[in-house]
């Protein structure tokens, strides 16, 4: 089964604390996401990447950065956390993108407060 | 992408049959549906896909009408276990594009 693997599960910053959220896949797949979930938006992409060091802003990219400096492994960074970045982050992983119906696996996602 | 419609909201009653409909009128000849679900405190996971034939699999059934301007996931036999959030989503597969973009789906809740 596919894995992909989020390495906290509930953290909590405080404004301006440089924030890294890890994840790992262990598939081998090409492409990995960065999602924000928040009440009543439902999911917004932050951030995905195709390729080890290649990376695309999403529909909300502001105030985020990630590195992907391995195929597996593909990190978000909040640079100066504030308190409208708290939210449910979501880490997702897909074979070649999602052509042909391929599908996209998520993690369990990490609860980031920011005080 | 394509926009696609669905109900804010469902209610089922335990090991009944469920109809979650999506519309997507401006679909395209190349976008594949995808259902995805996400259940409480979980990541969405991957339910079904389908380009123009209906599709089952051992979660759900996905019925897709002839213009495709529509489509219906369905759960035969409703579980507490099946009360989660429902994605539908379009993806062009023809183009280079590598995301989905989650709409903000339809919550079904099941009462015994």
């Known amino acids: 089964d596919v894995k992909v693997t989020q390495s906290s599960r509930y953290l909590v910053k405080r404004t301006g604390e440089k924030v890294f959220l890890e994840c790992v896949q262990d598939m081998d797949h090409e492409n990995m996401f960065w999602y924000r979930q928040d009440p009543g938006l439902g999911l917004r992409l932050i951030y995905f990447s195709y390729d080890v060091k290649m990376k695309e802003k999403g529909d909300i990219p502001e105030g985020y950065s990630v590195s992907r400096e391995k195929k597996e492994r593909f990190s978000l960074i909040l640079e100066s956390a504030s308190t409208n970045q708290t939210s449910m982050y979501l880490c997702?992983?897909?074979?070649?993108?999602?052509?042909?119906?391929?599908?996209?696996?998520f993690g369990e996602g990490s609860w980031l407060t920011v005080v | 992408d394509a926009k696609t419609t669905q109900p804010n909201s469902m209610e089922s009653n335990e090991e009944e049959p469920v109809h979650l409909p999506c519309n997507h009128s401006?679909?395209?000849?190349?976008?594949?549906i995808h259902w995805y679900r996400q259940l409480p405190s979980q990541g969405p996971e991957y339910v079904i896909h389908?380009?123009?034939s209906n599709v089952n699999n051992r979660m759900a059934s996905l019925a897709i009408a002839e213009d495709r301007k529509s489509s219906t996931l369905i759960l035969h036999r409703a579980t507490l276990r099946d009360a989660a959030v429902y994605y539908c989503i379009l993806r062009d597969y023809s183009n280079s594009g590598y995301a989905l973009n989650f709409g903000k789906g339809t919550s079904l809740l099941v009462t015994p």
């Open positions: 389908g380009l123009t």
């Open positions: 401006t679909i395209s000849g190349t976008d594949y």
């Open positions: 997702a992983s897909s074979r070649q993108g999602v052509i042909s119906g391929n599908t996209i696996y």
